[in-house]
């Protein structure tokens, strides 16, 4: 149980938070043909861009209603009719998700009602789906925005039928899952004959595959008639705590009945999550994952020499360090330091001592004395200046390759995280020297001394 | 806001742009940057220009001063490089709440920086305005000064909030508040008859370490580069220099033209991006400082060692004349580059087959023009359909551009090489040249080509695998 703490400072150095507008647009990223756009000015939609093309090495397409001073002043509703209009136009994409931003919240619009205006001024856009989220800079992180827009993706889209679309479930991943997560997650759920839609679905769109044609749109992820038919399903699996809300909302909407995990990672999480898809689908755990769990087991029996007693330093949004941070205290290592971006009922869970909604800068004045630091790519400086190795989780990764395809969930997934983490104490062991174990200087018990002399 | 208002229309009325003194008055007033257009718009905004023109400089604190979104998704993503203090590394932001977007952040601005000031202590802090806190209301100016009397340190506000304009003009902007609050207010504690300013030069993976030691040779010093790898004591008393480079084409020229009507230092504008313009710039670089008093014989030995510095490019060139004759080139690149990278591949037998013109004056048009012919194609505005069309078409070999568009080529299949400021490589110089004909050399000739460009076999219909042919081996 952690003690929840916010930095007190006035200055953010180094931060580990990344804006809400950009976790709703990656959401969208997830969704099939699609083009989502940040309502602000110009700037706010190309450090998105260059953030995620850094991270997955992929062509991004994100747009933006290009605001100014004096139409933020005026009202946004003519940039986001000609936003609209140009990528109608231009991408003829299936569906636009719209985030707002700090710029656009500051003035408060009535963004809806400008909708429906627009799509009665414009009727070739009638009928394009089009949801936006409100996700101002100034409040919540990037996994709220993520959160957010996928609930408004069910509030807009998800249909309510009454038939049941047999073996259908719903897969509601956090936005710390990668494309390899969600391919493990998803080859799980069809073992047990049963067919997953995902949303979004980033390991169709950002998983680095290279398309037949170019695409100025989204190359892959879940269509808009897979979210039409989601109300369709037997259940709903939310991952992370994040995924909550967007799967409460769909219970209500349509009545599918939803069970959250709150991690994929580790042991016990996967133990649980496959009884419930076997309850789920009435057939018994296949042998593989028998002998996954075996092999999970061997590689815990195998690190634990490594791991046990390690100090580390993690600092992720609320799930990500939820899920890597619980893995490695239940391997034995000690969290002495966890830095988050946002509230979270997984916080006070946290197996350590204090939770700090806050920075890189916290993170690195806790850290010192660590044998491991945990943190997006951002924790390279700190890694240099402390001289404590950094395993890159989350994003954004832009000095190494295959982030989209980092595997953490499922007994295999954690198997080699758990050896990704015991190999970097193996490199890093402090070997003894002729100087390792030195005597006292001086004994101060009077016994050994009358023995000495 | 009148503040930056005011200075916008100044900058726009720059009489040293020539492009944009042959505007009327009215035209002129609108600014020389395109109008945005919703949903197809591309690129950074004034503050992100702002930030690529003033963080290179090394050892101040940079605090942006607004919602988390202006740092924290883009601090240390630029390639400028240091070779001393790491500060400029450091993101700072007040990352503010909705408290301060009701209330105003004036207060928390005030106390970051003293914060700041506490635990980093640097010779300077840099303030920049963002959107949001300018809407608010948030007068960084009043806030800057008020921290410079308590804290007895320089801090300069930079006024370029994103929604004033584009990446360019957010240049600009820096560069006044430059005028402003820094050059001219320290003193060199020496100063020689051969000290320049290089100005619009950031240092992207280490440029200027290239150019560095041509002119450590002639006894040139750079009193300071504006901005990369600048300590804030060079940047402050950059006025002493006796003659000064401008580099990034117009990106600094109101800088530059400001430094020659307040303190007469003369300048040229030029480029390191090529080997005869490297030479130039070297050329007329000496030229200015003889005219301005330095020794004539600069003049002889700089043409002494442009002429070894050539033969030896040239000759470290030759193996690859070869391999590179004939092989095409489409470069999408922003202004100046266009030109003075157009030429320089062309001494190697490079074709261009297309070049971007977007950010190119008509000047550079021209020159571009003359080295690539009349039937050049020069692209206003390339969509990436468009690029990639071309590059899965063949209609070039290889694309140089800037990361935003590395994908198209690469889903095309074909060889890319970054040239913007992301990238990993420096090519300035002799020396950069030589990089940049190495790395294209390497890009197109990489095995993996022939590789990724087969289709399964599965799906070929041509060539039925036989399992006979496979075990004895004669596919």
Known sequence: MAIVTTSKKFCSVNPLKMSQPIGGALAFLGIANCMPVLHGSQGCTAFGLVLFVRHFREAIPLQTTAMNEVTTIMGGRDNIEQALLNIYKRAKPEIVGLCTTGLTETKGEDIHGDLKLIRERNPELAELPIVFVDTPDFKDAFQDGWAKAVTRIVEELVEKTEETIPGQVNLLPGSHLTSADLEEIVETIEAFGLTPIVLPDLSGSLDGHIPEQFSPTTIGGTTVEQIHSMGGSLATIAVGQQMESAALELEMRTGVPYTLFDRLTGLDANDRFLMFLSGLSGKPVPLKYRRQRSQLADAMLDAHFYTGGKKIAIGAEPDLMWS?????????????????????????????????????????????????????????????????????????????????????????????????????????????????????????????????? | MAGVNTKVQEVFNEPGCDKNQAKGAKERKKGCTKQLTPGAAAGGCAFDGAKIALQPITDVAHIVHGPIACEGNSWDNRGAKSSGSMLYRTGFTTDINETDVVYGGEKRLYKAIREVIEKYDPPAVFVYQTCVTGLIGDEIEAVCKAAKEKFGKPIIPVNAPGFVGSKNLGNKLAGEALLDYVIGTEEPE??????????????????????????????????????????????????????????????MINVTRKMEERYGIPFFEGSFYGISDTSDALRQIARLLVQRGAPEDLLSRTEILIHREETRAWERLSKYRKRLA????????????????????????????????????????????????????????????EMYKMLKESQADIMLSGGRSQFVALKAKMPWLDINQERHHAYAGYEGMVTLVEEIDKALYNPIWKQVRKTAPWESEAHPLSLEAMRTGRE
Request: hydrophobic share 40%.
């Open chain 2, 326 to 385: 004939g092989k095409r080139v489409l470069l999408i690149t922003g202004g100046v580059k266009s030109w003075s990278v157009v030429s320089a591949l062309q001494e190697v037998g490079i074709e261009i087959v297309g070049t971007s013109i977007k950010k190119s004056t008509a000047e550079d048009k021209q020159r571009v023009k003359e080295l690539m012919g009349e039937e050049a194609h020069m692209f206003e505005d390339l969509a990436p359909r």
């Open chain 1, 324 to 453: 890597v941070g619980t893995l490695l205290a239940d391997m034995g290592c000690e969290i002495t330091a966890a830095i988050t971006t946002t509230h979270s009922p997984q916080l006070e869970k946290m197996p350590c001592e204090e939770v700090v909604i806050g920075d890189l800068e916290d993170l690195e004045m806790r850290a010192k004395g660590c044998d491991l630091l945990l943190t997006h790519a951002h924790g390279r400086q700190a890694s240099e200046r402390l001289g404590i190795p950094l395993l890159r989780i989350g994003i954004p990764c832009f000095d190494r390759l295959g982030a989209a395809h980092k595997l953490t969930v499922g007994y295999r997934g954690t198997r080699d995280f758990i050896f990704e983490v015991a190999n970097l104490f193996l490199e890093h062991t402090h070997e003894g020297t002729p100087d390792s174990w030195p005597l006292p200087e001086k004994y101060d018990d009077p016994v050994t001394q009358t023995t000495a002399a």
């Open chain 2, 190 to 251: 020496t100063t020689t008859p051969c000290d320049i300013n290089i100005i619009g030069e950031y240092n992207l993976a280490g440029e200027m370490w290239q150019i560095k030691p041509l002119l450590d040779h002639l006894g040139i010093r750079v009193l300071a580069c504006i901005s990369g790898d600048a300590r804030y004591h060079e940047v402050a008393s950059s006025h002493r220099a006796r003659a000064a480079m401008m580099v990034c084409s117009k990106a």
